[in-house]
């Protein structure tokens, strides 16, 4: 099997969107909520988006962060490529762009109690509270994001 990472182009909004809706944990009630658009904005404008094509096939995962409001925005893998080490590369690869560009705090939400709550703590992350939808509230520093 045949990983190949790189920047999201506008041309793979739709498979981002198609993996985006297969997730298991923190699915939109909505699809309609994160339409095209906000992809490209986000990918194009606001931040850097990056995606994960195995074998050729099409994108299997992608992470988008957001330098303006210092934010993950996506990080989503196809549950079929799962415990692969995809989302960690993603996420490995956005933190580093990011923190190229800032030393900024991050900060990020998921829904607590969850693969993915666990899987940002092992990277680093720090809960730091909650929103008012009650995602965790997580916390990114460049000093523990070095030292890993």
Request: net charge negative.
């Amino acid at each position: 099997m045949v990983m190949k990472f790189r920047y999201a182009e506008l041309s793979d909004i739709k498979q981002m969107q198609v993996v985006r809706n297969l997730v298991k944990e923190n699915r939109l009630r909505d699809p309609g909520l994160v339409t095209d658009e906000d992809v490209a904005i986000y990918i194009s404008e606001r931040g850097k988006g990056w995606v994960c094509d195995v074998d050729g096939e099409g994108v299997v995962g992608f992470s988008i962060i957001d330098l303006q409001v210092k934010s993950v925005w996506a990080l989503f893998v196809d549950p079929a490529f799962a415990e692969m080490g995809i989302g960690k590369e993603l996420h490995r690869i956005m933190m580093e762009w990011y923190f190229s560009q800032t030393k900024e705090n991050a900060v990020l939400g998921t829904a607590p109690n969850t693969r993915a709550a666990k899987f940002y703590e092992l990277q680093g992350w720090t809960p730091v509270g909650s929103y008012p939808n009650g995602e965790v509230k997580f916390e990114l520093t460049y000093f523990n994001w070095h030292k890993q």
